[in-house]
């Protein structure tokens, strides 16, 4: 009988500590619907906030600030000034909201987030506006990579902060919007002075009032009346004179517009300004 109790005891009393472990792992794990306390900061893109019992290290998603705390390594330019902007908009904010692309942690098992501040600017973006950090796009973490470089884009041309001297700040004047559309690719062949776009989906694009451009020369093609069969492509040529015909391609109106001895990314905008499509040039 005595034995029978205290099996029953037990039988009871795993349910509670299951509970209080389930209890201790939700009050502890990061979410994104939640504000929680700054603890401490580390420098421009890395800080330290309270989650349950523990401390969490946030890496800032998309943003790499200048060095100040590398190891063997001298303090970068804008590196105390990126830290400081950081430390002080924490500061005042005192609680921040995180957001998460497909990643939730690095290799140094630091969470990767978006900081939204208590006034609802994110910290993220105030930073790249300031010329205080480049974007750092690491795969799979993509999710607002066009834009983030966009915001960069804005602060090369401002010469704002790390970008004060920069002899290849770009002149382009850019809406900071990206669409929700899908399924455009962009690809330029700079010495042909070639554009190919291609529509990856099922369904025809009516691309009245889009814009192609070309980012370092800041240069436009508008379009005109013109719809993109499904699984289509259109080409649209700025070439002098092409040494072989191309067949069925918009003229730019202009030519020469890539540049072949530096890099000029090309970008496409729909009717409302919303960037749906960019391609790198590496």
């Not at 421009?44 to 800032?60: A, E, P, S, V």
């Not at 529509?199 to 009032?209: A, K, L, Q, W």
């Not at 259109?234 to 001895?261: F, H, K, Q, R, Y």
Request: proline share 5%.
């Amino acid at each position: 009988m005595k034995r029978n109790i205290i099996i029953f005891l037990m039988l009871i009393g795993l349910p509670l500590a299951g509970c209080s472990a389930i209890a201790d792992l939700s009050s502890n794990a990061v979410q994104s619907n939640q504000w929680y306390s700054v603890y401490d900061f580390v420098d421009g893109d890395t800080f330290k906030i309270k989650t349950g019992d523990d401390i969490t290290t946030i890496r800032l998603l998309y943003v790499d600030t200048p060095e100040t705390k590398k190891p063997n390594s001298p303090v970068e330019p804008f590196g105390p000034e990126a830290s400081a902007y950081t430390e002080q908009l924490l500061n005042e904010s005192k609680k921040v909201r995180l957001t998460f692309d497909k990643e939730l942690t690095d290799k140094y098992e630091r969470t990767l987030a978006i900081v939204e501040l208590k006034d609802g600017r994110i910290l993220n973006e105030l930073l790249l506006e300031q010329g205080l950090a480049k974007v750092l796009i690491v795969e799979p973490n993509v999710k607002m990579e066009n834009v983030y470089k966009q915001i960069e884009q804005q602060a090369k041309q401002n010469k704002q902060g790390i970008w004060r001297n920069a002899s290849d700040s770009d002149n382009t004047d850019i809406p900071v919007k990206k669409a929700a559309r899908s399924g455009i690719v962009i690809e330029v062949d700079k010495r042909a002075e070639l554009v190919t776009i291609t529509n990856t989906t099922n369904e025809s694009i009516t691309m009245d009032g889009w814009k192609l451009v070309s980012v370092r020369g800041n240069q436009t093609y508008p379009f005109g009346p013109y719809e993109l069969a499904p699984k289509q492509k259109v080409l649209i040529s700025s070439a002098e004179e092409s040494e072989a015909p191309v067949t069925n391609a918009l003229e730019w109106g202009a030519s020469n517009i890539w540049n072949n001895s530096e890099s000029d990314p090309a970008e496409l905008y729909n009717a409302n300004n919303e960037l749906v499509a960019v391609w790198e040039d590496e």
